[in-house]
């Protein structure tokens, strides 16, 4: 069992060094970022940080996904957007700030930590490693900015194709992820994130698999044609 998780955090690791924001940063830093990280599992449905909070340091998804849902504005709202293996989040305590959210385990989930005093210490002394966190922040300005985006889409089928594309790591996202081929996302989950209802999300994936655009079973999505669905999306 040792051997396996140790192989298991292995391969997380060289996911995180080679997706998301750290694989575009200077190898000097994404070294001393893998150097730094620390691996704990999580079983689906556990939370893994928690809004309001000041400490902890930066996490990531090795494998699995997880779900980032709001601690501001109307409390359980639900999902905002979810998190695939190469995702990273929590800067804001590191700008001496709170978290601004929950995220939960959507599946099992190998998740990276690197401390705050230990990047702060890092920072201090390589001040132009700033512009490297920078990356990480803009990110999730862009998925946050991204979900807003897309649930200001007045129609309804167009809003759950860009839902979809986004929570498969097909949109709102500067850098690759590992995309997973198939992805959790219930029918509640889409409903609580498109603000429709749970029959007209029904409709509207019933139409979707019936055009072979996307397969869904026992909770879970795969995108098989991201074309097709990006040209639904996008269509004014």
Request: hydrophobic fraction near 45%; proline fraction near 2%.
């Given at each position: 069992m040792d051997r396996a998780m140790t192989l298991r955090h292995q391969s997380a690791l060289a996911t995180i060094a080679s997706h998301g924001w750290l694989?575009?940063?200077?190898?000097?830093?994404?070294?001393?970022?893998?150097?730094?990280?620390?691996?704990?599992?999580?079983?689906?449905?556990?939370?893994?940080?928690?809004?309001?909070?000041?400490?902890?340091?930066?996490?990531?998804?090795?494998?699995?996904?997880?779900?980032?849902?709001?601690?501001?504005?109307?409390?359980?709202?639900?999902?905002?957007?979810?998190?695939?293996?190469?995702?990273?989040?929590?800067?804001?305590?590191?700008?001496?700030?709170?978290?601004?959210?929950?995220?939960?385990?959507?599946t099992d989930v190998v998740c990276g930590n690197v401390r705050q005093s230990a990047l702060r210490a890092r920072l201090a002394g390589h001040p132009g490693?700033?512009?490297?966190?920078?990356?990480?922040?803009?990110?999730?300005?862009?998925?946050s900015a991204g979900a807003h985006a897309d649930l200001l889409i007045a129609d309804s089928r167009r809003r759950v194709a860009a839902t979809l594309l986004?929570?498969?790591?097909?949109?709102?996202?500067?850098?690759?992820?590992?995309?997973?081929?198939?992805?959790?996302?219930?029918?509640?989950?889409?409903?609580?994130?498109?603000?429709?209802?749970?029959?007209?999300?029904?409709?509207?994936?019933?139409?979707?698999?019936?055009?072979?655009?996307?397969?869904?079973?026992?909770?879970?999505?795969?995108?098989?044609?991201?074309?097709?669905?990006?040209?639904?999306?996008?269509?004014?």
């Open positions: 694989a575009a940063c200077s190898a000097d830093f994404r070294d001393w970022m893998i150097a730094n990280l620390s691996w704990r599992d999580f079983s689906a449905g556990s939370g893994i940080s928690h809004g309001g909070d000041d400490e902890g340091g930066l996490f990531c998804v090795g494998e699995g996904q997880i779900a980032f849902v709001a601690s501001i504005g109307s409390p359980g709202a639900g999902m905002g957007y979810n998190g695939l293996p190469g995702s990273w989040w929590g800067h804001a305590p590191l700008l001496g700030g709170q978290r601004v959210g929950s995220v939960v385990a959507s490693d700033w512009e490297a966190v920078s990356r990480g922040i803009a990110e999730l300005f862009v998925m986004r929570m498969g790591g097909k949109r709102h996202r500067l850098y690759r992820l590992a995309v997973p081929a198939t992805f959790v996302c219930s029918q509640d989950t889409l409903a609580s994130a498109t603000a429709l209802s749970r029959n007209t999300i029904g409709k509207i994936l019933r139409d979707l698999v019936a055009e072979k655009l996307i397969e869904t079973i026992y909770g879970r999505v795969t995108i098989l044609n991201v074309d097709q669905l990006k040209v639904i999306a996008n269509n004014d």
